[in-house]
Nanobody, 118 residues
């Protein structure tokens, strides 16, 4: 069993940066792929970045967001730069086993709110 806790959300001005953290409890977290999702009011949940044997990004965040992990800290980060008015949402991390770059998400965090002021 893996428990995920997100942190680092908040209010930032457009053009600013935030770093989200997803910290896991449980063993063997390094063996899991991890994704960051977001969901804005009235919109579907969107996968914005994932890390397994590779990293991948949604087109909407490519070049602005960076996903990384520190296995010694059981933590995956999402560095978000050049934040735009369309980026506000609740951001969730999720983890699961993977085969090559395909992750089957089994565990979810509670989410952290990101708000961008213009």
């Amino acid at each position: 069993q893996v428990q995920l806790v997100e942190s680092g959300g908040g209010l930032v001005q457009a053009g600013g940066s935030l770093r989200l953290s997803c910290t896991a409890s449980g063993r063997a977290f390094s063996a899991y792929g991890v994704g960051w999702f977001r969901q804005a009011p009235g919109k579907e949940r969107e996968l914005v970045a994932a890390i397994s044997v590779i990293t991948s990004y949604a087109d909407s965040v490519q070049g602005r967001f960076t996903i990384s992990r520190d296995n010694a800290k059981n933590t995956v980060y999402l560095q978000m730069n050049s934040l735009k008015p369309e980026d506000p949402a609740v951001y969730y991390c999720a983890a699961g086993k993977f085969v090559i770059a395909t992750i089957t998400y089994e565990y979810w965090g509670q989410g952290t709110q990101v708000t961008v002021s213009s």
